[in-house]
Each structure stands twice: as structure tokens, then as C-alpha cells.
């Protein structure tokens, strides 16, 4: 099975004091959106014709097909975002200093913590139209989307090998030509990857954002989030399992028509030197490949591009490397200290903000509450580990089951867990559960399947010589756990873990506050902190729990995912 | 200048080096003179580290040499020249294009147009002998049939000059003759549409059986060492002994210029850090010194008949004998190895004797070893990070050969169980039984 590094573990990048700019500079961007918006919270709601929404579920084709829409017109800007963003960090040593860290950070903050700011400015920004609220949603999605292709992208523009870079540049291809020629292909086995999981993931986000409530601002867009909500607020169950059915539909079909096809295509481009074995041609690739109709269109589209990506657009020609001038140090003083302004521009900014509006005991509550969900996700990971992790090693030691059961485990990854919240709040107001406890579950519904994955994948990596040696061998029980086989998906099962309790900071947003009717359900956390403070209106309040969500997630991923990668990594591959 | 018609490349007081804070620069290649005329091949011969490939990518125009001027026909030389075309050691084909596609790379870099493409293309796979793989991808391919393709996208551009970097080197040795005597052939046929070639290469046969000339390198600094006209017309016969003889000569040059310090050290005392070491491993040394010591060398065994026995190329070879004659094992003149004494003694020991030989000849030959040692010792938790020992290595070398003289070391000390490593920690330390584990 195709695995990738996820981008929040890759190694070391640049020294750190730029990581503290770059927090403060996406702070400042932050509350500069508040600012933005704030002068517009107030306006009536009124100006936004909110189109109502049905709960006949003969209706639901018809918002299945808006949300898909949503979703790919993000990703289509997170495309466009990754060519230009990444290239620009990869190409220019001086942007990439800043751009990386930006990212870095980026990735760490709560997408649904984002909801309030882009919300707000969006609206602004088309006053009274729908378009704005369209907008809005379409720039959640993104946001889940784009960092990691980007990173993915970049990460791969810093790795190509040097001979191709060499042989492009003694034939002389020009910047655009190699762009396409090298730097994309070589990109696209783990840009496809990538922009398959970021659309795995970004179904939660459309999810979320087509019913979106800010202070008094609300608005719904026709779609299967808005469906969930009314839902929700009629109290109508058969409705949401409607909904739950129609999104495994469009999931499956999403899967089926593109996930399979685009990930069999991609493996035309890994850079290795040996064919490799190949599975099954997914029957969607075998259709588009082998009717003549289909050749066809794909030949005459694949004739345009071609002609596009030949042109011979350069913004200089290739001329000689030298090695042995150094960049100038007077350029790179300037630069660093025009950083050092922006950045301590937007400290002043913030520090002005936050003192105007907030006191200390605000940042220790939200602290606070950070710990408290910091328990909740910890609790968590534990207990789907010790569930997950053995079934998933018993899986991925039988080709059998793994060919079964990991095409299920990524699909249900892609599936919206937030549709499969209210049937868990009924139960929790039925039987008077606690919420502090019996929410917390929620927050990983939707992101343990990539634990799940995870460790099939790497238990199905095993290498079948040292199957055969620790038969050989006679090892079993304990044993053969600590000797064996953690140490032997290690690597697989911390990039699951990262990606199951990023996802579960996320969904914390969500999933601490909780609602069934008239019936509100809410746990201590920092996400139910953001959640009300988004609902009361109360930015500034929004604007710390997001940062401190951020500050415990890039905490985290700096002190104990990251060294806990490399050290699996260092330690259990040859060579 | 006195000269009636322009050679294709001419390159005078090439210089490259880098510069280094903290101490001199690290000269790469140092005052090489190459001149290129139309009508011949010219071999590039010398190991690795030489420079040679530097100079190869320098005559490119991909690299712009530290000083010294390049002239492409007459004309100082500003980047890839539109008459140049390379060939790569890695054959450096694009996994995702067509054997096709990949050969019409460079004419797509000019714009030539479709159709125009189409047959020029077809021509070169032709000639190359690649009729029939046009819609292949490279990795359906063999080692061989890859680098046909890196020939074929080289010469569809027509290039006047046609650059190899050791192009032969990735292939097996049947191969690699196949595709040397079709390069040949189609060169004397006057079918390649090339008007010279320049070729990198660290095999001598392989130098001595296509070059015209061949400019013999030597490294630290980089510079050529000597220069040499290849009398023989082609077909050239391998067994013919004036061709022999050329071999045997040729190894001789490479084994009589020892390499000159870098630095001149002002004390008699040799300095620990100034010498880069060869990544051989122990078992090979082992293995090498057996083989001299038995039958049919008993003890002294000339240089390329070893290398045809043993499938060794000269580039694996000359570092093998070089590191046994630095430890006192054997002795390098003149293209002959001859075992010593030590190595004898060495080669006819036990397992645990021989660790103690081992220790013993790098204690009197190696500082460094001796040095990291001595840090060890004068610590009073007996431990020693590597970084330190690299920073004074790379106070004299590349970063590459710092790290690769760490790794030889660290490997050689814990043979002979000088010391321990500690990978994670990257630290060196002393033996468990020296000394009691404090710490996990």
C-alpha cells in the first residue's frame, strides 16, 4: 500500500526562530480578519436570502451534487494555491525561509476555528449576497485542503534527483517547459496522495460549513451539511439517516470514479527504476483507457495541454550554476530585517488587540481547557491504539483480509463523522450520560480509521523473510509483540497517530458541543471554548482558544510526534 | 592567439574551488588546460574526486568554473551551449515520458515543430538500435536498452559536441562492451552526427580502447597529470600487447603520483585531520590480502590482472591498495601490488589475531584513530561526540569527505575495538568492559 510521510513529520526544515514569525504573522492575519468583519457582525442577517432547506429526502440528490461542487471548486483553488505558493518556497531560498513556517503553522491551526474570521470577512466582502456565503464555505474546504498538497509539492520540488534537474537544464528546457515536464510529474505520486486525503478529509469541512451560525450572522446553503442541521433542529432521525445513506452513496461513487482511477494513473509517475508489480486496473481507469470514446476526448484534451506545457516561456534562460559565489549578505541582512519588522509589526498588532479585549485569567481558562481536551485526546489515542492496533496487525498479516478490509478502512476515513454524530447525542440525552465523557468518543469517530490503515499497511509491509525468520525462531506472545512487530510498524503507526490526533484537536470544535432539538450537550474543552465563543459573537475569545489550539497542536507534533518519527524511522530500516 | 581555425572547446587556468571560513579553499580542480578539436574523442580518465566530472559539467555550462576561461568555439561560454549534448552515468531518463517522448525532449527545448520532431526522432532511435521500443516506458527497459535511449536523446539534437559521464559504469561489463563497440562502429562509419566527444571515465581499457587522447587526472587538488595519444587505430584488440602495455602504463602513472598534502605541515608531527580516508571495509582488506597471499600471486600480483580477476574497476581497486599500503599491509608500485610482511602475518591469522594486527597497524598508521582515542580517554565520562572530530575534518576537506573519513573510521575502530558508537547518540565512547555503563 502507497505511504507517504504526512507532511507535519518531515524532518527538519529551517532553524526555528522563524517559526516564532511565522506564528505571529498568522496571528495577525487572524485577528486582521476579525477587524475586517467585526464591523460588519452587526449587520441584519436579512441581507442573506437563506434558500430553505427540505427534508423530503427527494431532495438530497440535489444537495449532494451542490456540496461535491463546493468540494471540488476547493480543490481546484488549492491546486492553483500549491503550483504557485510551494513553487515560489522551493525555487527562492529567501521566500521559503518565510513560506514554510507559515505553512507549518497553518496546517496546526483548527480549520473550524477559521469558520468565524472567513465567515465574517467573506460576507463582507459580497454584502447581501449568497455568493459571499458561498465563498465562505468554499474557503473552509480549502483550507483543509491546501497545506498539505502544498507541502507535499514542495517537499517534492526539494528532492528532485540531480541528473534529471541536470539533464533539463543541458537541454535547455525552459522554466515553464521543465515546470511541467519534470517538476509536476515528478510532484504526482504524492500530490495525488495528498489531494486524496485532503478531499477524504475536507467532506467533514463541507459538512460543517454550509450551516454556519456567527454571533447573529447565519446563514445555510443548500447542501448535505444544511440537510444535517435542519435535521437536527426539527428533530427528524429518519432525515439524517437519509443523509448518512446519500453521503456513503456519494463517498462510493467519489471512490469508485475517481479516488482508484487518479491513484492507479499516479503510479505511472513514481520515480523508481524497476517496473513494479501492479494490482488490478480499477474498472473506471480500464473504461476511460480502453473505449474509444473516452480515448479519444482524452487524447484531444491531452493535445491542448501539451501544447500549453511546451511553449517556451522562461523568465530567464538556464545559465550556469556557481558554486562558488555566495548569496549576498547584504540582501540576506535586509531581508531578515524587514522580517524582523513585519513580524514585530504584528506583535504590536496583537499585543494591542488581545490587551484591549482580554486578561490573563482568559489565556489561563483557555489553557485550561486546552489540558482538559488535551486528556480527552491523549485518553483517546490510547484506548483506539490498543483496540486498533491489533486488529490491524491481525489484518495486515493476511492478504486476504487486508485486500479487503483496507479499501473499507479508507473509505470510512472519507466519510463526514459529523453526520454520524446525532444518533450518539440521542443516546447521550436518552440515557442522561455524561457529556464531559461520553462526547469525547466523537472526536475520533471520523479520524481512527487512519490508525486502522495505517497499521495495515505497515503490518502488510512486513517483510516476508523475517516472517519466516521469527517463525523459524519460535517467537511468539510478548515477546514477539516488543521484539517484532511494534517495532516493525512503528514508523506506520505514529504517522496514523499523528494524523488520527490532529484530526481530533479539529474535531473537537465540533464534538464538544453538542446539540438534539432543545437539548444542548456541552463538555469542558478548549473546542467547546471556541464553539461558544463563535457562537456568542465573541471574536477576541475565538482568536486565543485558536491559537492555543494551535500552540498544543504544533506542541505536540514538535515534542512528541516528530522526534517519535525519526527515532522509528532511524531505528527500524536498514541502511 | 595564433591560431588559423577555432577548436570546438578550449579551457585555460580552469580553477574550481570553495571557500571555507575557517581555512584554505577546498580546491576541486586546480589549473587544467583542455583543448577540444572536431574529429576526435577524448577520454577524461582519473578517480573519483579527481575532478574530472567537474570539469565535464563545466565544459557543459552547467557549471561556472571559480577562474578561467571557457571558450565554445571561440566564444566565451555563458551556459548549456546549443551545440552540446550529455550523456549521464544514471542515463537520467524521465520515468513518466516514452522512450519517444524522452528523445524528443531536447527538440522540444528548441521548438522544433511536431512533425519535424517526429522524424528526427525515429531517425536516432533507429540508429541507436531502438526500432520497435518507441511507446516504452524507461522502466520496461534493461540497464543497456536505457542507456541507448540517453544516446538517442543526445545525438537528435545533433549536437557537435557530445559529452559522456562515465556512461558505461552502471552496466555490466558484456553490456557495457556492446554498447562501446556500436559507439565505435558508428563513429568510424562517420553515421553518429557528432564532431567530437569527450568522455569521463575512471576504466583505463576503457580510455585506452575508444579515446584518442586521454588526459590522465589526479586528485587533491584535481589537475591533470599527465596526457597521452592513444597511437592505435580502431578496431582495437584488447589482447594486442602494445594495447597491454598502454594499460599497464597508464596503471603505473596512476599508482606512481601519490597524492601531495593539501597543506603543508609545518611540524613533523602528521597531522590527524589532513588526510581523507577510503571507505574499505575490513573483510575486503581481508579478502584482498588472502588472494595476494595464495595462489597464483603468492604475494605480488600486477594490477590489471587482478582487476580482471576480480571484477574490480580501477575506481575500487587503487583505493583498496592505497589503504593496505597506508596501514603497512602491502606495498603499490608501479602497477604491482606486493604483500609485506604485516600483511602475511595478517592474511594467515585467526579472527581475534587479526583484530589485534589490525589495532596495531592502525595505532602506528592512522592519527586520527589514535586521536579520537586520546579525546576519549581525557573525558572524564569517557564519551566523545563525532561532530567535533567532523568539524576538524572539514576544516581540510569537502563535507562529503569528512563524513565519509568519520564513517571509515568509526568502522575501522570498532573492528578493532578502539572504541564504541553510539549511532543515536552519535557519540563515541569507550568499550563496556573499559569502562561500566552509567547510563540506561
Not at chain 2, 599527465?226 to 603505473?252: S, W
Not at chain 2, 583505493?319 to 603499490?332: D, I
Not at chain 2, 583484530?355 to 602506528?364: N, S, Y
Request: aromatic share 10%; proline share 6%; glycine share 6%.
Amino acid at each position: 500500500m502507497t505511504n507517504y510521510t504526512p507532511p507535519a513529520l518531515a524532518g527538519q526544515r529551517l532553524p526555528n526562530r522563524f517559526d516564532g514569525a511565522a506564528m505571529l504573522l498568522v496571528m495577525a492575519l487572524l485577528i486582521a480578519l476579525v477587524e475586517v468583519g467585526r464591523t460588519t457582525i452587526g449587520t441584519p442577517i436579512a441581507q442573506i436570502e437563506n434558500t430553505p432547506i427540505h427534508l423530503d429526502p427527494s431532495w438530497l440528490p440535489y444537495y449532494a451534487l451542490r456540496s461535491t461542487a463546493r468540494m471540488f471548486l476547493a480543490l481546484f483553488f488549492s491546486l492553483i494555491f500549491t503550483f504557485t505558493y510551494a513553487t515560489l518556497a522551493a525555487k527562492s531560498r529567501r521566500a521559503g525561509m518565510v513560506l514554510i513556517p507559515i505553512l507549518d503553522i497553518l496546517q496546526s491551526v483548527p480549520i473550524l476555528g477559521f469558520l468565524t474570521f472567513t465567515t465574517v470577512f467573506f460576507l463582507h466582502l459580497f454584502p447581501g449576497e449568497v455568493m459571499g456565503a458561498e465563498l465562505a464555505s468554499v474557503f473552509v474546504i480549502f483550507t483543509s485542503q491546501a497545506w498539505n498538497m502544498a507541502f507535499s509539492f514542495y517537499q517534492s520540488l526539494t528532492t528532485l534527483p540531480d541528473d534529471l534537474q541536470e539533464a533539463s537544464r543541458s537541454f535547455r528546457l525552459s522554466s515553464w517547459q521543465r515546470f511541467w515536464k519534470l517538476d509536476v510529474p515528478f510532484a504526482m505520486p504524492g500530490l495525488v496522495w495528498n489531494t486524496m486525503l485532503s478531499m477524504s478529509g475536507g467532506w467533514f469541512f463541507v459538512v460543517a460549513s454550509e450551516a454556519v451560525t456567527v454571533g447573529n450572522t447565519q446563514f445555510t446553503l443548500p447542501g448535505i451539511g444544511s440537510y444535517v442541521a435542519v435535521a437536527l433542529a426539527k428533530e427528524d432521525l429518519p432525515a439524517i439517516f437519509y443523509a448518512i445513506l446519500t453521503m456513503l452513496v456519494v463517498i462510493l461513487l467519489y471512490d469508485q470514479l475517481l479516488f482508484r482511477p487518479l491513484v492507479a494513473w499516479s503510479t505511472k509517475f513514481r520515480f523508481e527504476t524497476t517496473a513494479a508489480v501492479a494490482g488490478p486496473e480499477p474498472w473506471m481507469l480500464k473504461l476511460l483507457r480502453r473505449t474509444a470514446l473516452f480515448r479519444s476526448i482524452g487524447e484531444m484534451i491531452g493535445g491542448v495541454f501539451g501544447t500549453i506545457f511546451q511553449l517556451r516561456l522562461s523568465f530567464r534562460q538556464p545559465g550556469q550554476v556557481d558554486e562558488t559565489s555566495e548569496p549576498s549578505r547584504i540582501i540576506d541582512g535586509a531581508w531578515f530585517l524587514m522580517i524582523t519588522a513585519v513580524a514585530l509589526y504584528a506583535a504590536w498588532h496583537i499585543v494591542g488587540y488581545v490587551s484591549s479585549t482580554l486578561h490573563w485569567h482568559d489565556l489561563f481558562t483557555a489553557v485550561l481547557m486546552g489540558v482538559y481536551t488535551a486528556i480527552r485526546v491523549t485518553v483517546l489515542m490510547i484506548i483506539a491504539s490498543l483496540v486498533w492496533v491489533p486488529i490491524g496487525v491481525w489484518i495486515g498479516l493476511r492478504p486476504k483480509a487486508t485486500r479487503i478490509a483496507q479499501p473499507i478502512a479508507q473509505f470510512l476515513a472519507a466519510f463526514p463523522a459529523n453526520l454520524l454524530f446525532p444518533p450518539v447525542v440521542l443516546a447521550i440525552v436518552y440515557f442522561h450520560l455524561a457529556p464531559d465523557i461520553w462526547l469525547t468518543p466523537l472526536m475520533l469517530i471520523g479520524t481512527q480509521w487512519y490508525l486502522l490503515f495505517n497499521v495495515i499497511a505497515g503490518a502488510a509491509a512486513f517483510p516476508g523473510d523475517m516472517k519466516e525468520a521469527v517463525a523459524n525462531f519460535h517467537i511468539h506472545g510478548w515477546l514477539w509483540w516488543r521484539k517484532v512487530m511494534i517495532p516493525g510498524i512503528l514508523p506506520y503507526f505514529i504517522t496514523g497517530a499523528l494524523t488520527a490526533s490532529g484530526g481530533a484537536w479539529n474535531a473537537s470544535i465540533v464534538a464538544e458541543v453538542a446539540s438534539w432539538g432543545h437539548h444542548t450537550l456541552i463538555a469542558h474543552g478548549l473546542g467547546a471554548y471556541i464553539a461558544q465563543a463563535t457562537a456568542a459573537g465573541d471574536t477576541p475569545r475565538v482568536v486565543l482558544g485558536v491559537v492555543v489550539m494551535s500552540c498544543f497542536v504544533i506542541f505536540f507534533n514538535r515534542i512528541l510526534w516528530r522526534p517519535l518519527y525519526a527515532y522509528a524511522v532511524r531505528r527500524t530500516t536498514l541502511g | 592567439m595564433d591560431q588559423i581555425y577555432t577548436p570546438l572547446v578550449s579551457v585555460r587556468n580552469c580553477r574550481q574551488a570553495y571557500h571555507k571560513d575557517s581555512s584554505a579553499d577546498l580546491v576541486v580542480l586546480d589549473d587544467v588546460d583542455l583543448t577540444l578539436h572536431e574529429g576526435e574523442i577524448v577520454a577524461l580518465l582519473g578517480r573519483s574526486g579527481s575532478g574530472k566530472s567537474t570539469l565535464l559539467r563545466i565544459v557543459a555550462g552547467l557549471l561556472k568554473p571559480t577562474s578561467g576561461e571557457v571558450n565554445w568555439r571561440g566564444s566565451p561560454l555563458k551556459g548549456p551551449a546549443p551545440g552540446v549534448a550529455m550523456v549521464f552515468q544514471s542515463f537520467a531518463l524521465f520515468p513518466w515520458l516514452t522512450v519517444q517522448e524522452n528523445v524528443e525532449l531536447g527538440l522540444e527545448a528548441l521548438g522544433v515543430g511536431r512533425e519535424d520532431r517526429e522524424e528526427r526522432s525515429e531517425e536516432a532511435i533507429d540508429l541507436i538500435g531502438l526500432g520497435g521500443y518507441d511507446g516504452a516506458y524507461p522502466k520496461e527497459l534493461s540497464g543497456g536498452m536505457r542507456q541507448r535511449v540517453g544516446l538517442a536523446r543526445a545525438l537528435v539534437v545533433h549536437p557537435d559536441l557530445l559529452l559522456m559521464d562515465e556512461p558505461f559504469s552502471a552496466l555490466d561489463v558484456l553490456t557495457a562492451e556492446t554498447l562501446r563497440t556500436d559507439l565505435i562502429d558508428l563513429w568510424m562509419d562517420g553515421k553518429l552526427p557528432v564532431k567530437s566527444i569527450l568522455i569521463v571515465t575512471h576504466n583505463i581499457e576503457e580510455a585506452v580502447l575508444m579515446a584518442d587522447r586521454i588526459l590522465v587526472f589526479a586528485s587533491n587538488p584535481g589537475r591533470v597529470a599527465h596526457e597521452l595519444k592513444v597511437p592505435f587505430t580502431h578496431p582495437r584488440n584488447r589482447f594486442d600487447p602494445a594495447f597491454r602495455q598502454m594499460v599497464d602504463d597508464i596503471y603505473g602513472i596512476m599508482t606512481r603520483r601519490k597524492a601531495p598534502e593539501i597543506h603543508t605541515t609545518t611540524a613533523a608531527a602528521p597531522n590527524p585531520f589532513s588526510h581523507p580516508l577510503h571507505p574499505v571495509g575490513t573483510n575486503m582488506m581481508a579478502g584482498l590480502l588472502e588472494t595476494l597471499n595464495s595462489q597464483p600471486y603468492n604475494g605480488r600480483a600486477d594490477l590489471p590482472a587482478l582487476s580482471a580477476a576480480l571484477q574490480f574497476e580501477v575506481d575500487e581497486l587503487l583505493p583498496l591498495g592505497e589503504t593496505l599500503s597506508m596501514l603497512g599491509f602491502a606495498l603499490l608500485e608501479e602497477g604491482d601490488l606486493q604483500i609485506t610482511d604485516t600483511g602475511r602475518h595478517f592474511a594467515e591469522a585467526e579472527t581475534e589475531d587479526r583484530k589485534d594486527i589490525f589495532a596495531e597497524a592502525l595505532r602506528a598508521h592512522v592519527p586520527l584513530v589514535t586521536e579520537i582515542r586520546n579525546v576519549i580517554d581525557q573525558r572524564s565520562n569517557h564519551r566523545a561526540a563525532a561532530v567535533r572530530f567532523r568539524d576538524q575534518l572539514e576544516d581540510y576537506m569537502s563535507p562529503e569527505y569528512a563524513a565519509e573519513t568519520l564513517r571509515t573510521v568509526i568502522a575501522w575502530g570498532r573492528y578493532a575495538e578502539f572504541f564504541e558508537y553510539d549511532e543515536e547518540a552519535q557519540q563515541f565512547s569507550l568499550e563496556e568492559d573499559d569502562e561500566a555503563e552509567h547510563e540506561e
